[in-house]
């Protein structure tokens, strides 16, 4: 049932202690993080990179209004398809989440399985952002519009070969990104991100990771159906009013796998039953790289999902939790040794 790995590292007076719930792909963990908010008198805070996102519902498979009534959530829901988001957007947004949750006596709960949005937070390795120009990007994009996708894939071998080489000339919106930054930088792409400074977190955090897990084949199958849902409850549908509002795949918040492949299926370039199968096969691909990256997290306690009843497991990990060594005891909602 319950494993530790990693130490528990330095606990210091000034750090604030977070639980966040991690786990690949339909392993449970939004089950496990409404139980255990409930059971904390905690506030969940969503650790997704789709999620943020508006009218990306069925396919992110957000929490439903209702619930998120009964449990507040937080970082759901607050950019629109066509904006850009980064994880600098993020630690942003989560540090205003958690001072306001603290703030109302309330504990923050962060659960949810974008592996770089937890590092970008926790462990310290976000960077300095490359300079953005909306003007400049709009230049390029009108370029590549008027003299083809080529041409803008010459200008940049022409300044970042290595770019050039690595991107393919019809994947517009990395050539411009890669454009933008060399002609603001002066530099080339690997050169402009290896000179990034390192930016400071906005507050230390003193974190211990509750892991869920679940045999491969079981999770697969969780997949399968899940996958299946979502094209049953409206999934199309819901790709289908992003399009004709004008959201396509242009936006990063539309190259998930589900909505990409869904947007080649209204374009007549696959079926559906081959568009739920890309999703399905990518999303396979996907739970494996997330348990690489959650395996190396630290310290990490972890839980087979399928071992026992939804509730006999909450209570394992409470109990664990409420006496982890170190600063973990909850009183009545309240963080004590604060």
Known sequence: MFSESGGTGTRTGDRLPIIAIVGPTAVGKTAVSLLLAERLGAEIISVDSRQVYRYLDIGADKISPDIRRRTIHHMIDVADPDQVFTAADFVSGCVDAVERIRARGRIPLFAGGTPFYFEA?????????????EDLRRELEQIAAEQGAGALHATLRSVDPESAGRLHENDVRRVVRALEICRLTGKTVAEAWSERKKMTP??????????????RRFLFESIERRVGEQFASGFVEEVEWLLNNGYDERFPSMQGFGYKDILEYLRGRCSREEAAERDIRQTKAFSRRQMTWFGKFSPILWYDTVDCSMTKLVDTIEN??????GRWSFVNGAQEGN
């Open 320 to 325: 664990d939790v409420r006496h982890y060594p």
């Open 202 to 215: 906005p507050k230390e955090y003193d974190v211990l990771y509750v892991g869920l897990t679940r045999e």
């Open 121 to 133: 937070l926790f462990g310290g390795m976000l960077s300095e952002e490359l300079p953005k120009d």
